[in-house]
């Protein structure tokens, strides 16, 4: 700790200019846009070559299924009746690299689990919830407290006192409009709103306060650790066997039996290795390579407070090397900070990081609005830093494909591009998605889970999160086809972090890698990769063992 005091002293890379750090300059205004998925120049096209007879069976039977799938609705409701949806689901998804913890939440897990924990209580401190128009807009807390208020008072009366905790089980059983059934649908109604309000930089108290209104619940240790093992479960069962979980800091942490925040997250990382390993030791736990953390520091903040949130993940990196992978920023470009505000800090950040040994890469959500505001300019402001910053991956760059000479640069320094089809966009029709213009210019894309339905009301809470994300991919119509999904969740396990590696070792490693399961070399990251293809085949082989015949029959009509 106090490595924060060096920071403001020049020096470092904030001065170098775009052809010193081997970008190209010029051309960001021009526009350049396909949608051909069998061009040569497709990120694609050497998976599509090196696909088996069986795969290739697969894939065209899926497309098959799908042209038929178009005749029935493609809502939520109606996608478990969909053929396609139903192979979605058993599709190996690679790993999950861009999800922030709260859009993983099972909500209804959630709530069952604190209304079981003994001591969980909730409060509202700034009035009362005695009407329904108090209800929708008050705040309130649910934390641990070693001693509720009396069995008489009412967080709902119109006689509580405010700042009184009141016993979470016998609130929702006093829940005034249906009693716990209806405790229950309000709490996610809350939490569903403040986590939209927060995404969209619109909180009530700021973002990480109107989170906390609610979901702080989530950061009390025996809750902390059964949402660790929900979450695990439910990626395993989606499909998914590798996750790097996005955690914004700071957190207020709470130890079993405490009401006091941990100092640091020592302890809160403990947790997660110990959980991981418990679930890595039964049946279904089996099949999960393990979760690693990307740490993420609001960019709303004043420089002081970013400084010190980011000594502060060099110090857990120091004690838990294997768990933090990363670092980003969180919140809205258009209400926080620009990252070339933010230059000085991550400078500084990576300067401190050579200096205590530790490799902790840039993973950088940048450049997600499409729209143009100030002109194109400005995007290409933002992408060009992130890159300067030597961001290996960069989440929901929507725009980066207007940006030719960028794309170049992207796909030159073998950039992932991390992309949720869900976000929402001016582009909401989804044939004309980003995604599918910069696999055709030969971006190296995976699909992420960085918007849940959690917080827009879309699918199930914490579950197959992931199938709906590569269903609403496939939606996309004749821009994607099951080779193209196969591919998307090859690259999210090529550029997942499952080791640390400095930069030269890490470029190096990735440019010899080919997409022949056969030759992508030894190490950690070769062997998941071989796992994830003998999978893929087997999968391929169970979508042509059990439709081969619907093939037939669409064949003969």
């Not at 970013?306 to 000594?311: E, G, L």
Request: aromatic share 10%.
């Amino acid at each position: 700790m106090g490595r924060g005091k060096e920071f403001g002293k020049p020096g470092g890379m904030v001065g170098k200019k775009r052809e010193e750090v081997g970008i190209p300059v010029g051309e960001g205004n021009a526009f350049r846009e396909s949608t051909a998925i069998a061009a040569v120049s497709s990120a694609d096209f050497s998976f599509r070559q090196a696909l088996s007879p069986i795969a290739k069976k697969a894939c065209e039977i899926v497309s098959k299924i799908r042209h038929e799938d178009t005749k029935l609705p493609t809502t939520i409701a109606a996608k478990e009746t969909n053929r396609s949806w139903q192979i979605l689901r058993r599709m190996p998804k690679g790993t999950l690299l861009r999800a922030h913890c709260y859009a993983l939440v099972d909500l209804d897990h959630l709530f069952t689990v604190a209304l079981d924990t003994p001591g969980m209580c909730i409060a509202c401190h700034d009035g009362r919830l005695a009407t329904q128009d108090a209800r929708r807009e008050g705040g309130f807390c649910i934390q641990f407290r070693d001693k509720a208020g009396s069995e008489h008072c009412s967080v709902w009366a119109t006689e509580y006192e405010p700042g009184t905790f009141i016993s979470l089980s016998k609130a929702a059983n006093d829940y005034p409009e249906g009693g716990r059934p209806g405790f229950m649908g309000w709490l996610k109604g809350r939490c569903r709103t403040l986590m939209q309000d927060c995404h969209l930089g619109r909180g009530r108290l700021g973002p990480i306060a109107s989170l906390g209104d609610i979901c702080g619940m989530i950061y009390y240790e025996p809750i902390w650790r059964a949402f660790l093992q929900r979450l695990m479960t439910n990626l395993v069962k989606d499909g998914v066997c590798w996750l790097e979980l996005g955690l914004t800091f700071p957190v207020a942490y709470y130890r079993e039996r405490t009401e006091v925040a941990d100092p640091e997250y020592d302890h809160m990382f403990q947790a997660i290795e110990e959980e991981v390993a418990k679930f890595q030791a039964t049946d279904i736990g089996r099949q999960f390579w393990g979760l690693r953390v990307v740490w993420s520091t609001m960019r709303s903040q004043d420089a002081r407070s970013i400084v010190d949130d980011a000594d502060n993940c060099i110090s857990t990196k120091l004690l838990w090397p294997q768990t933090v992978a990363g670092y980003d920023l969180a919140g809205s470009e258009d209400v926080g900070r620009p990252l070339v505000d933010l230059l000085p800090e991550l400078f500084w950040f990576r300067k401190q990081c050579a200096l205590e040994d530790v490799q902790i890469p840039f993973y950088l959500a940048v450049g997600g609005s499409l729209s143009d505001g100030d002109g194109n300019l400005a995007t290409e402001r933002k992408l060009f830093d992130a890159l300067l910053l030597g961001a290996r991956r960069i989440g929901n760059p929507l725009s980066l494909y207007r940006h030719p000479r960028l794309v170049e640069a992207v796909r030159d320094k073998r950039v992932l591009v991390e992309i949720c089809p869900r976000r929402p966009a001016a582009d909401t029709v989804m044939h004309n998605h980003a995604l599918w213009a910069l696999l055709a210019q030969g971006v190296p894309c995976a699909l992420c889970d960085d918007d849940s339905g959690t917080l827009f009301g879309q699918g199930q809470d914490g579950e197959l999160a992931m199938t709906n994300i590569f269903w609403q991919a496939f939606l996309a119509g004749d821009v994607c086809d099951l080779a193209t999904l196969g591919f998307l969740a090859e690259n999210s396990v090529r550029w997942a972090a499952f080791e640390d590696q400095d930069a030269e070792t890490w470029y190096v490693k990735e440019k010899q890698t080919h997409p022949s399961p056969s030759s992508v070399g030894a190490g950690i990251r070769a062997a998941r990769l071989r796992q994830w293809a003998v999978d893929w085949e087997r999968f391929c082989l169970w979508v042509v063992t059990e439709y081969s015949n619907d093939d037939d029959d669409a064949a003969t009509d």
